[in-house]
């Protein structure tokens, strides 16, 4: 099992098991790519959950990558 960060652990009391594996599989699919570096990574690796969502947010954040604030693009892995 992976290290939850704290808002995995609070997500987690409240609901069943299954939802919370199913919880956790979307949000691995949930890719933050960086438009500088187009170093990516998981929602759920950055400690946070993504379920049942859809479209493409745009975060406008420092990449852990390349240290350059950019918009970090939110996408579903196909
Ligand atoms: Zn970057």
Redesign the pocket.
């Known amino acids: 099992m992976d290290k939850l960060s704290s808002i995995q652990k609070f997500v987690r009391l409240f609901v069943s098991k299954e939802i919370f594996a199913a919880m956790q599989a979307e949000s691995k699919q949930w890719l933050v790519k960086?438009?500088?570096?187009?170093?990516e990574r998981s929602i759920w690796s950055m400690g946070g959950i993504r379920y049942k969502a859809a479209g493409n947010p745009r975060r406008y954040r420092v990449?852990?990558?390349?240290?350059?604030r950019?918009w970090?693009v939110v996408a579903k892995k196909q």
């Not at 960086?34 to 170093?39: I, L, P, Q, Y």
């Open positions: 960086c438009s500088n570096c187009n170093h990449c852990p990558n390349c240290g350059q950019s970090q």
